[in-house]
């Protein structure tokens, strides 16, 4: 019958698994602990570059095999109220191929990146609302079947406004369908203040890409947007600045 395992035997193979687990920890640890640095650092660099609240996912290759700043990619969501001067705008986007630098003309590069943007009928009232004359809008209805988007204005409604927003040569563009008032046309100044500002919320293109497709559905105008090779401009030298870690 073979011999039991000798005692010394059996106690070195405890000491090297206690060993491998304590390694794998500490390996874990420092892996959670560079990560978190690096996600403060890219969440700083797209706020800058987006001047939004955005949270940043990072790719599933570890950061510790990510020496030199190359990471495949990074996942951002909009988190704050609004996106520029969109209230209520979601926008959730994915960048590839990024080269992070620290130099005076560059934060770093991305090789491409898509983004879908979710603007809801609420966040485009209260857009509108918020600049001159919009406070006298008071609802947003959206129109799948046509693709618009009728303002009713004045108590009980007593006008409307609709608009046609379409994609054009990699620009949203913004047609008044029809405007009036009790038959008869609406106020110039409130017509183009609308249309102004729903063009102006939709050109918050990020990271130099631009929209491919649009759709309006009951509730909200939906945007998709595609990009190419990009480089981020420096950041704001006199703003605090996270450590970035092994990047």
């Known amino acids: 019958m073979p011999s039991a395992p000798r005692p010394k035997r059996r106690k070195a193979l405890v000491i090297s698994l206690i060993v491998v687990a304590a390694l794998v920890v500490s390996l874990v640890g420092v892996e959670l602990f560079f990560r978190n640095r690096a996600t403060s650092c890219m969440e700083s660099q797209f706020r800058s570059e987006l001047g939004s609240d955005v ?10 095999l990510q020496m030199g700043g190359s990471i495949p990619y990074v996942t951002i969501d909009s988190t704050g ?22 130099s005076p003309d560059s934060s770093g590069t991305i090789g491409s990146s898509t983004a879908d943007v979710t603007w809801s009928t609420e966040g485009i009232l209260a857009t509108v ?16 079947s046509t693709g618009t988007l ?4 004045g108590p009980a409604g007593i006008a409307d ?14 047609e008044t369908v029809g405007a009036a008032i009790l038959g008869f046309g609406l106020p110039t100044a409130l017509v183009d203040g609308i249309v102004q500002t729903l063009t102006d919320s939709l050109q918050q293109y990020p990271l130099g890409m631009e929209p491919t497709t649009l759709a309006v559905t009951d509730d909200a105008v939906d945007l998709h ?8 401009p420096p950041q704001d030298p006199n703003a605090p600045q996270p450590e970035c870690g092994i990047l």
Do not use: C
Not at 55 to 64: A, R, T, Y
Not at 86 to 99: F, K, L, S, T, Y
Not at 150 to 153: K, Q
């Open 55 to 64: 949270s940043v996912g990072l790719s599933w290759k570890p950061v510790l």
């Open 81 to 102: 109220p609004s996106f520029g001067p969109a209230q209520g705008m979601e926008v959730h986007a994915r960048a590839n191929d990024i080269q992070v630098t620290d």
């Open 129 to 144: 609302q918020s600049q001159p004359l919009g406070s006298l809008v008071d609802s947003v209805t959206a129109d799948p």
């Open 150 to 153: 009728m303002f009713m204005v």
């Open 161 to 174: 406004l609709t608009v046609r927003p379409t994609v054009q040569d990699g620009q949203v563009q913004v």
């Open 225 to 232: 947007l595609e990009g190419g090779q990009y480089v981020m």
